[in-house]
C-alpha cells in the first residue's frame, strides 16, 4: 500500500463510492467487490475548490439511492467516499523538520498552506500524511490534502440522506496511487473529464501531484503541463520517470500512449487494476479497492 492509501483509514466499509461531474462509480465491498455506477445530468455537479460543488443535491441523492438501495434496516452504512481531484487542494510540502505532536504539525500544515490556497484555511478540512523515505536524514515530504469544509460536507450530505456513514474520505488520484507500482520513479497522468491530474512518486513516496483544469483537451495542452513536471523530476529527483503511466484516455488512449511515448522517450502504459480497467472515473475506486487487500 502507499502512503497516501492510509490517510483517513478506518476498517473497510461496506460501500465506496467516486464521484465526477459525469457520474457516480460504486463498489459494495465484500468478498467478491461488486462495481456499478450511475450517469449524473451535466448540471448536477461543478466541480471547484472555491464554490459549493453540489448543485442539486436531490439529483445526486437520487442515483446513491439508485445504486446502494436501503435494506430497511436503521444501522447507518458505513462507506468511503472519493471525491474529485480539483475539488481539493492537495500537494506536497518538504520540511527540514516536521514536530512529532500532531497538534503542532498541523499549526505548522495550515501556515505554510495559507500562502498558496484560495480560501480560509483554519476552517477547512484538513488531513495530512508526513512520509519518510529514509534517505535523506529528518527531510520530511508531508502530503497535505485541504478543502472548504462547506464543499466537503455538501459533498457527504447525500449520502447521510441515505442511511450511509462517511468514515473515509479522499481524492480520485490519491486513492488511484495505489495502483501504481511503489518502486522506481513513476509519472501518473490521469485525465478525469475536463480536468488533468499529474502525480509523480519515487519509491512510493509521493513527491508532486498537481490538478489542472484543461481548457481544451489537446496533445499540445497536455505537452504544455506534462513539460514542467518532467523538467521538475530531473532538476529535483535526479532523473527520468521509469515510466509514464496513463488512465482516462479513453478510445483516444492507445494514441496517446503512441505520442507521449514518442514525444518524450519514456516507457508509456496504462494504469492497471487486478478488478477492472480504470477509466476517467473509476480510478480512485479501484485503487481503494486494492488497498484494502493490504490493509
Request: with cysteine; net charge negative; charged share 20%.
Amino acid at each position: 500500500m502507499t502512503p497516501m492509501g492510509r490517510l483517513l483509514k478506518d476498517p473497510p466499509p461496506a460501500w465506496a463510492f467516486e464521484l465526477s461531474e459525469a457520474g457516480i462509480a460504486a463498489v459494495e465491498l465484500g468478498r467478491t467487490p461488486k462495481l456499478s455506477s450511475a450517469a449524473l445530468a451535466n448540471d448536477v455537479l461543478s466541480v471547484s475548490p472555491l464554490h459549493d460543488n453540489v448543485l442539486r443535491p436531490e439529483a445526486l441523492l437520487a442515483q446513491v439511492r439508485a445504486l446502494a438501495p436501503g435494506d430497511g434496516g436503521r444501522k447507518r452504512r458505513r462507506a468511503a467516499l472519493i471525491l474529485p481531484d480539483y475539488a481539493v487542494r492537495v500537494t506536497v510540502l518538504d520540511f527540514d523538520n516536521f514536530p512529532p505532536d500532531p497538534k503542532e504539525q498541523a499549526s505548522l500544515v495550515r501556515f505554510r498552506m495559507k500562502r498558496s490556497v484560495p480560501f480560509d484555511v483554519d476552517s477547512a478540512a484538513l488531513s495530512f500524511h508526513a512520509q519518510r523515505d529514509g534517505t535523506n536524514g529528518k527531510h520530511v515530504d508531508v502530503a497535505v490534502a485541504i478543502a472548504p469544509l462547506d464543499i466537503v460536507a455538501r459533498y457527504e450530505a447525500p449520502f447521510r440522506i441515505a442511511g450511509f456513514h462517511i468514515g473515509w474520505v479522499t481524492t480520485s488520484t490519491l486513492a488511484a496511487l495505489d495502483l501504481v507500482p511503489p518502486s522506481g520513479l513513476k509519472l501518473l497522468v490521469k485525465r478525469t473529464g475536463r480536468f488533468l491530474s499529474l502525480a509523480v512518486t519515487a519509491g512510493g513516496v509521493l513527491k508532486l501531484i498537481r490538478s489542472i483544469e484543461l481548457t481544451d483537451f489537446t496533445s499540445e495542452e497536455v505537452a504544455g503541463h506534462l513539460h514542467p513536471t518532467l523538467a521538475y523530476i530531473e532538476d529535483q529527483l535526479s532523473g527520468i520517470p521509469e515510466a509514464l503511466l496513463v488512465c482516462g484516455f479513453g478510445p483516444d488512449a492507445e494514441k496517446a500512449r503512441s505520442w507521449l511515448q514518442s514525444e518524450h522517450q519514456i516507457r508509456v502504459a496504462p494504469l492497471m487494476s487486478p478488478l477492472a480497467e480504470p477509466g476517467e472515473f473509476n480510478a480512485g475506486l479501484l485503487g481503494y479497492v486494492e488497498s484494502l487487500k493490504e490493509s
